[in-house]
T-cell receptor, first 107, second 114 residues
Framework: EDQVTQSPEALRLQEGESSSLNCSYT??????LFWYRQDPGKGPEFLFT???AGEEKEKERLKATLTKKESFLHITAPKPEDSATYLC????????FGPGTRLSVLP | DAGVIQSPRHEVTEMGQEVTLRCKPI?????LFWYRQTMMRGLELLIY????????DSGMPEDRFSAKMPNASFSTLKIQPSEPRDSAVYFC????????????FGNGTRLTVT
């Protein structure tokens, strides 16, 4: 059965303090790994899709990377508006969302 | 593009009552998904339609839950009778081509069953 875990569960950063979020997965035949951002009271918003190990995608202060077992979402010099829950999801035998990481960026 | 539209945004009902949640997907998208989100279980897929046909309903918790998609621009999720454990945020999402393209989520319906 496909499984996805994310760490840490919650992360507090000072504005400008770079860090990384982890998404670890166990999947039979990965067809894609997705990152979403969810703000309170809203639905998840798509950020990136990664398809193969070694692939990287960037958007503003965010960079997503993928290995055969995990993906990282690197946040460089975050701002308070980056505060949100970040979800990863894998498309394997099933499509499964991870539990998310709640990121708070303090000014 | 108005995005995925869900109604109502909030629903409070008493145990035993029927609840109907509504969703209008993005025009041109051929796949529609209903998800439920709780603190304990996160985002769970309830049912997935492709070209208005239910493809995977294995996530529908029990017979009290039913979903329909009578046409490409409308879907409903019905709970009858509702129970307190059904309290959650229910999201509808659509995509151009199943899981091969990104899911676009609505802002959800927060359901409270007392």
């Amino acid at each position: 059965e496909d499984q996805v875990t994310q760490s840490p569960e919650a992360l507090r950063l000072q504005e400008g303090e770079s860090s990384s979020l982890n998404c670890s997965y166990t999947v039979s035949g990965l067809r894609g790994l997705f990152w979403y951002r969810q703000d309170p009271g809203k639905g998840p918003e798509f950020l990136f899709t990664l398809y193969s190990a070694g692939e990287e995608k960037e958007k503003e202060r965010l960079k997503a990377t993928l290995t055969k077992k995990e993906s990282f979402l690197h946040i460089t010099a975050p701002k308070p508006e980056d505060s949100a829950t970040y979800l990863c999801a894998v498309d394997g035998q099933n499509f499964v969302f991870g539990p998310g990481t709640r990121l708070s960026v303090l000014p | 593009d108005a995005g995925v539209i869900q109604s109502p945004r909030h629903e409070v009902t008493e145990m035993g009552q029927e609840v109907t949640l509504r969703c209008k997907p993005i025009s041109g998208h051929n796949s529609l998904f209903w998800y439920r989100q709780t603190m304990m279980r996160g985002l769970e897929l309830l049912i997935y339609f492709n070209n208005n046909v239910p493809i995977d309903d294995s996530g529908m918790p029990e017979d009290r839950f039913s979903a329909k998609m009578p046409n490409a621009s409308f879907s409903t999720l019905k709970i009858q009778p509702s129970e307190p454990r059904d309290s959650a945020v229910y999201f509808c999402a659509s995509s151009r081509d199943s899981y091969n393209s990104p899911l676009h989520f609505g802002n959800g319906t927060r359901l409270t069953v007392t």
